[in-house]
């Protein structure tokens, strides 16, 4: 069974990058749509976007401009970068995989949290 | 964006209850729906997916319904393990979105 794991700093500064990294354990990346997802404290989940193991992506709108997703098939993982981040980028991110299409996550990780803070 | 909206926000009900989880979103999505759900650090887990269709090893007590902008997640006879926290999520258009989550507590 296919497991993923979020992994990266839990403490970032504003201004600075976010960097996380999904690590695919239990099946290979190279198939699917692989996505990263965020849940602010006290709000519901927002999707940030996917990318497709061939390397196509797409972005939430309103993220785009600060947003990169990449894949590495021969490590097995995928990252997100999010520059520039503020307070308002405080929230649990998740991985997740998506084998029904791009807007489904049929898997997940378990979330790591990170906290926009000087 | 299309804007998803639960109710309630939380639910108290007893183990053995029946129990509806309502999702309005603010244009139609067809029957473009999901329904997630997520215990306290655990992964979400993808429940149902097209409104109705249950995902695979998912038990039969959950099903769903509803087209164009009102859903509803119902559980036939509320178990232990279901307390938690559910999601609606529209996959009509992009980018995708999600209602704010409904606790389900026991009462």
């Known amino acids: 069974q296919v497991q993923l794991r979020e992994s990266g700093p839990g403490l970032v500064k504003p201004s600075e990058t976010l960097s996380l990294t999904c690590t695919v354990s239990?099946?290979?990346?190279?198939?699917?749509?692989w996505s990263w997802i965020r849940r602010p404290p006290g709000k519901g989940l927002e999707w940030i976007g996917y990318?497709?193991?061939?390397?196509?992506?797409n972005y939430n709108p309103s993220l785009k401009s600060r947003v990169t997703i990449s894949i590495d098939t021969s490590r097995n993982h995928f990252s997100l970068n999010l520059s520039s981040v503020t307070a308002a980028d405080t929230a649990v991110y998740f991985c997740?995989?998506?084998?029904?299409?791009?807007?489904?996550?049929?898997?997940w990780g378990q979330g790591t949290l990170v906290t926009v803070s000087s | 964006d299309i804007q998803m909206t639960q109710s309630p926000s939380t639910l108290s009900a007893s183990v053995g209850d029946r129990v509806t989880i309502t999702c309005r979103a603010s244009q139609s999505v067809s029957s473009w729906l999901a329904w997630y759900q997520q215990k306290p650090g655990r992964a979400p887990k993808l429940l149902i997916y097209?409104?109705?269709t249950l995902e695979s090893g998912v038990p039969s007590r959950f099903s769903g319904s509803g087209s164009g902008t009102e859903f509803t997640l119902t559980i036939s006879s509320l178990q232990p393990d279901d307390f938690a926290t559910y999601y609606c999520?529209?996959?009509?258009?992009?980018?995708?979105?999600f209602g704010q989550g409904t606790n389900l507590e026991i009462k």
């Open positions: 999520q529209q996959y009509s258009s992009y980018p995708y979105t």
């Open positions: 097209k409104a109705s």
């Open positions: 239990g099946g290979s990346i190279s198939s699917y749509y």
């Open positions: 990318i497709y193991y061939s390397g196509s992506t």
């Open positions: 997740a995989r998506g084998t029904l299409g791009a807007a489904l996550a049929d898997s």
